[in-house]
């Protein structure tokens, strides 16, 4: 099928609107109507050059949609579901994933590195940026690299969860585990960080200091539950502790 899509050419290049050739769903992968996409910033790296990448490529990891088609042997989706990508995939064939590290599952590695995808553009290979690629009306994905979420969930919000929400949530819970009552400072409240307030609210901090210098972030952070917000570019003299 033809489906237009947001190309990658080159770093320092801008994205192009294209008509792309897409293949439909091999084994183990399916067809998804991408309803919903997100810019993060690691996007950014590679299309500023700074992450090495062969293109041209379609670009993006963030996203929600549907599911159009399974591939063969795909039988923990169906069409209609309702779906959120994630950039580990969880193979549930490697030795990490049959242990509980499945965030170091083999197949994450492998598809950090270029290989050939379900896009081309005029007969020319479109890489699809670590094995996923959700700039596109429509796109071919790993099962393993797949959720299901339910179908009441909006698609513009849920979009943002596969990446930012859990990288966020991923500092609280997991690597700082922070403790009930405990007190959060958040330094930069972009989408991590605004994920990080969420997240400290959820592990039941008591103090959450949201940090920036961008004074259109306080609304924000504090309706995600930041108790204290700080403009440093306005604090006069910070006191010595
Ligand atoms: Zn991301
Ligand atoms: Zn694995």
Known sequence: ??????????PGQPLSIETVALEGPGPGEVLIEVKATSLCHSD????D??????????????????????????????PGDHVVPFLIPHCGECLYCASP?????????????????RFSLDGRAVTQLWGLGTFAE?????????????????????????????????????????????SVAVFGLGGVGLNVI????LAGAGTIIGI?????????????????????????????H
């Open 1 to 10: 099928m033809n489906v237009r899509a947001a190309i990658a050419h080159g």
């Open 101 to 117: 590290r499945t965030n170091l599952c083999a197949e994450a590695f492998a598809r950090l590195r270029p290989r050939p995808g």
């Open 198 to 201: 969420q997240g400290a609210r």
């Open 49 to 78: 050059g700074l992450v090495p990448w062969e293109f041209p490529a379609l670009l993006g990891h963030e996203a929600a949609g549907v599911v159009v088609e399974c591939g063969p042997g795909v039988t923990r989706l169906a």
């Open 138 to 182: 429509y796109t071919v994905l790993p099962a393993d690299s797949l959720a299901r979420v339910r179908p009441d969930a909006p698609f513009d919000p849920i979009c943002y969860v596969g990446c930012g929400a859990t990288t966020g949530l991923g500092a609280v819970l997991f690597a700082a585990k922070v403790e009930p009552g405990a």
């Open 44 to 47: 950014l790296h590679v299309l």
């Open 212 to 240: 920036d210098t961008n004074p259109a972030r306080e609304a924000l952070a504090r309706r995600l539950g930041a108790t204290e917000f700080i403009d440093p570019s306005t604090v006069e003299r910070l006191a010595a």
